[in-house]
């Protein structure tokens, strides 16, 4: 099965159109924040959403706002990760890394930006507006101290040192964000609990397994497949499941994640097929 | 007239009791988020808030959560000003700033984790989520890209070489966060269009006397009363109120907006005196 390419393709075209700047004095903070946000990828989150959105009957396009809002504050935590002071990462997506190419300075004004302008976005959200703010609530917990910017915390301050750690580790600082991008859908259509269960272990196993293929392809890929350089988080001395399993387990690992998670999607009801399809494509990816 | 300095107690009492990490590996990154939240400074902001719920015959206390948003946002947009890459401020408050106590990484990561959490309490606020809603993304566009963070950026760039450029930085770095304090409690409140009208006029021109006075102080103040080394605009070589027109013609523009500011309270309905307290205290204020 392949990639769900048309969903991307709605969410590649909304964040196209998005501009953040209303006067000429921010335009080029404005350009910053857009070459990062439009530098490609395959969407993951807002694909997610989307995809949820599909498996519970809605109408795609109407979760635009909430797919797009995700993206850019995925966009935002890259920028602010690639900072000399935290991975010191020059490349991203073949790319330059924002601060190379802007500076630091407007490098954290962009991320800072992104982040201002992905709550705006959520705020237009249309339908029930109780559920709008339970789900912005959601997603301001997954990116919090309890959630992506926790876990860059325990990153940079290095002190995990078992599988426990690293599994905590990676729940924070990739699994919420990415089970956020499914919740907030549930959220938004009013999913009553029970049926909510299937669908938040798919989303907090998918984080799980995301992390897993990331650090085995840190040390398989080329940096041009990558389009960053690879060994980056040997080089930083990084605890990963390749340095603590070793490349086979790690695989090994992966193939258990990927079935825990389409297991958990087998009980869900409505129509997962794309759900499905991008958890085969983050066991399989290869950049 | 003196402070409020009641409401000011209501708000670091709040702000005190506000706890961010769910676990142990994160406590250090909220001692860093508190260490700056909790490192005193009058609450202009929330105060603000607090003070229009006044006016408008509500109960104070109902607002805490929206007030400590919005200074959960001024603290972080405090600790990414001060990073070596924007002010290199090395004090703020008295105090070694962010970056100096925990390094580089976890001061930015402070930052971004005080501003997920704002969201996040924000999202708690009680009332019509219709009206919090709208609140949050009128919260949320004062501190983006046409708000603080746009003036931010305009600031560091560099460019502005007038009055009125001058007076666009600071309406969105300073301006437009001092504005949405008294803004999301009318519109939480319900308040009617043109019952804004004196409201906002009065918190638009606060903003501008807010940075009036901040750049005659730098000035003026020795470094212990300001808590930070005086002096620090011109060290950058930045525009400043005092740079463009001197010192006495500085001093006679506070006067001006402080009497704009108090014209326009005089005409909004309600019990308008701790707003005006608040209009004094900025006005009069040597730190």
């Known amino acids: ?66 797919a797009c809002s995700i993206e850019l ?15 010191d990462d020059e490349l991203r997506r073949g790319l330059p890394t924002s601060h190379v190419k802007f500076g630091e300075d407007v490098a954290i004004l962009a991320g800072d930006g992104l982040f201002a302008e992905a709550v705006r976005l959520f705020c237009t959200q249309p339908g029930d507006p109780a559920r709008v703010l ?5 997603l301001a917990g997954a990116t919090g101290v309890d959630g992506m910017v926790g876990g860059q915390y325990v990153d940079v301050i290095g002190e995990e040192e078992d599988a426990a750690g690293l599994r905590t580790l990676h729940a924070l600082k990739t699994g919420r964000l990415i089970a956020a991008s499914v919740a907030v859908v549930l959220i938004l259509e009013g999913l009553e609990e029970p049926e909510t269960i299937p669908y938040r272990r798919f989303a907090d196993e998918l984080g799980v397994l995301f992390q897993i293929v990331d650090d085995i392809l840190d040390v398989t890929e080329s940096d041009e497949q990558l389009g960053k350089p690879h060994g980056s988080d040997e080089r930083h001395g990084k605890l990963t499941y390749v340095s603590l399993f070793g490349l086979d387990r790690a695989r090994e690992l992966a193939a258990e994640s990927h079935a825990k998670a389409t297991a958990a999607l087998a009980e869900a009801s409505g129509r997962t097929d794309d759900l499905r399809r991008v958890a085969d494509y983050i066991f399989t990816r290869n950049e």
């Open 134 to 138: 339970a789900a912005l609530g959601e």
């Open 1 to 66: 099965m392949s990639y769900p390419d048309d969903l991307r393709g709605l969410v590649d075209d909304a964040l196209g159109r998005l501009r953040f700047s209303a006067a000429a004095p921010t335009a080029g903070l404005e350009g910053a924040m857009r070459y990062s946000l439009l530098a490609g990828g395959k969407r993951v989150r807002p694909v997610l959403a989307l995809a949820t959105a599909r498996a519970l009957g809605a109408e795609t396009e109407c979760f635009l706002p909430v």
């Open 73 to 87: 504050i995925h966009t935002y935590s890259l920028i602010h990760d690639d900072l000399p002071a935290m991975d």
